[in-house]
């Protein structure tokens, strides 16, 4: 029987650079983008070579970037490649990010013919001279917009991403955009603690002096407003980050939580494929002189070592709600995680920050999830 793939689609191309991305994204011209997109069949074509004959995919995901900001039969194309050279599941979830402001009727129209079944897009905050200071091109009308012509066009499932802790931003704005939000019924939420890394615009603001970083304590604050409004609007947290109602879990998200196979195309795009990790260029003149000439593009690429996975399996399904199931930990890793990290646990358990099911499950409680990474730093 054929093992699941998940495949994520990186797209490069933005309308701007927002301040705060470090993302792999840049302004691209139409040229640029065909022969991005070009390169793209070429790779999904020699990838297909190596692993199509052992899985089949239950999710694809295109991310950026912004994939609307593609032109309309950009989607498509990719797609029709990846029916030709994969089997993808009937059921499989197909989501495209989309941008408030690129994603026109039509767009929306060729992507769920070609097989879209959910969408991501990116609101960040309702506060609007945020959104102008990130640098964002949408408004929050724009956004609503945007939703209304997704649901208008029978997709109900859509995920829209909040960003907490900008600076400038306040408890009360988290508050109005999560609202908004449950008053327009998106069934998923992705909501990111602001990093501001280095290499961003804002990050040099920041260093000049023009900006303040929104002190951790506030951060936290904010995070915990926007988790009791959304539990008490039926919404469940099911990593640190996302949220859904019963029903709207992201399958593709899961698939990195739970350390399962997915294959990345694309400038920066990540695989991780029987235990094996790779990544591309990130440079996109690279990978486009490299499947010009049908190489592949891969950067970087490791087996992990016993140690690494076992670092990998604590660090990301701590970050889940459903926690780190010990016997699965045993069965794949010959080690007994209790015995090995006896002491440590009844620490962590005394001082409320995880707690141990009879069945041999530990989970970050709410205070354990505001201290994540010292909670793993602690068990890895
Ligand atoms: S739209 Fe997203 S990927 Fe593009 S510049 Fe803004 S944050 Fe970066």
């Keep these: 029987m054929k093992k699941n793939l998940s495949l994520y689609i ?7 650079k927002c301040e705060y991305c470090g993302f792999n994204s840049k302004v691209g011209t139409d ?10 069949f070429t790779e999904i074509k020699m990838r297909a070579k190596e692993y199509a004959e052992y ?11 912004t994939p609307s900001f593609m032109p ?40 769920i013919i070609s097989g879209v079944n959910r969408f991501s897009i990116g609101l960040q905050t309702t506060n609007e ?20 012509r997704i649901r208008d066009q029978g997709v109900s499932n859509i995920n829209a991403d909040l960003i907490i802790g900008y600076p400038g931003q306040t408890e009360k704005d988290v508050e109005n955009a999560v609202k908004h939000l449950i008053s327009l019924k998106i069934p998923h939420v992705s909501c ?18 023009l900006e303040n970083v929104v002190p951790d304590d506030k951060v936290i604050k904010m995070y915990n407003k926007m988790l009791s409004i959304l539990r008490a609007n039926g919404y469940a947290r099911y990593e640190f980050s996302n949220f859904a109602k019963p029903g709207f879990q992201c399958t593709h998200n899961q698939t990195y ?31 486009h002189e490299r499947l010009s000439q049908e190489k592949l593009a891969t950067e970087i690429a490791n087996e992990l070592s016993k140690e690494e996975k076992q670092e990998e399996f604590v660090m990301l399904a701590l970050r889940t709600e459903k926690g780190l199931n010990t016997k699965d930990y045993e ?37 354990g999830f505001l201290v994540l990474n010292r909670i793993i730093y602690e068990l890895i």
């Design 10 to 16: 990186h797209m490069p191309f933005c309308e701007r």
């Design 31 to 40: 040229q640029e983008k065909a022969i991005y997109v070009k390169d793209l």
């Design 55 to 65: 899985f089949s995919v239950d999710s694809i995901f295109f991310g950026g970037g």
């Design 72 to 111: 309309a039969n950009t989607i498509r194309d990719v797609l029709s490649y990846i029916y030709r050279y994969f089997s993808v599941k009937n059921d499989a979830e197909i989501t495209v990010e989309v941008n408030p402001n690129t994603i026109t009727n039509a767009k929306i129209r060729e992507y």
């Design 129 to 148: 001279k945020i959104l102008k200071a990130m640098g964002r091109t949408h408004t929050v009308q724009d956004f609503d917009n945007a939703i209304e």
């Design 192 to 209: 990111y603690m602001l990093q501001v890394e280095e290499g961003t615009k804002l990050y040099k603001r920041v260093k000049a002096g």
């Design 257 to 287: 939580w739970d350390r399962n196979d997915y294959l990345g195309f694309g400038v920066s795009a990540h695989s991780y494929v029987s235990g094996v990790r790779f990544s591309n260029t990130d440079n996109v003149q690279l990978y």
């Design 331 to 367: 069965k794949e890793f010959g080690e007994n995680f209790l015995s090995k990290n006896k002491n440590k646990l009844a620490v962590l358990i005394k001082g409320g920050f995880v707690t141990l099911s009879p069945e041999g499950v530990i989970k970050a409680t709410d205070k």
